[in-house]
């Protein structure tokens, strides 16, 4: 198979400047409008290069500034979200500040009521102590009432043995 390359068509020519019409100078519609007809026929037969890279330049710049618009309606509403983070950061960062502070506070005050309780606690033993010691002294008092009152009046030490 043979392929014929063929050359690469040649670009196309530049249009030829507008013609002015040399209508004389009592200028009449039908002069008037032969001239626009040339001139818009003259346009529209192909736009030139400069044409074309103006609408290219054109198209462009609207694209980009569509795109600025949304950028920046994006980049104010990512902005103002950095913003608050930024300032949340810097209140969670105050409070924590403000917690570690009480946590030292309560770690101190939990400290001494720690000491308080064990203090508490021995007065009770103490107090559990003094309680037996003086059922212990009770007792004993009683035991050397009932054996005062035996040596006072031996009769009626024998009356509670059974009467022996």
């Known amino acids: 198979m043979a392929t014929s390359s063929a050359p690469?068509?040649?670009?196309?020519?530049?249009?030829a400047p507008p013609q002015q019409s040399q209508a004389p100078s009592?200028?009449?519609?039908?002069a008037t409008a032969t001239a626009t007809a040339t001139a818009t026929a003259t346009a529209t037969a192909g736009p030139s290069a400069l044409e074309q890279q103006a609408a290219v330049e054109q198209a462009r710049a609207a694209i980009t500034g569509s795109l600025s618009s949304v950028g920046s309606s994006l980049d104010a509403e990512l902005r103002a979200r950095a913003h608050d983070l930024h300032a949340n950061?810097?209140?969670?960062?105050?409070?924590?500040?403000?917690?570690?502070?009480?946590t030292v506070a309560l770690h101190q005050e939990t400290?001494?009521?720690q000491k308080l309780a064990s203090k508490t606690t021995d007065k009770i033993k103490e107090i559990g102590d003094v309680q037996n010691w003086a059922e212990l002294i009770e007792r004993d008092l009683l035991l050397v009432e009932a054996?005062?009152?035996?040596?006072e009046n031996p009769v009626a030490g024998e009356e509670m043995n059974g009467g022996e």
């Open 8 to 15: 690469p068509p040649a670009p196309p020519a530049p249009p």
């Open 26 to 30: 009592s200028s009449s519609p039908t």
């Open 89 to 102: 950061a810097e209140v969670l960062n105050k409070q924590q500040r403000e917690v570690s502070k009480q």
């Open 111 to 113: 400290v001494q009521l």
């Open 147 to 151: 054996t005062l009152a035996l040596a």
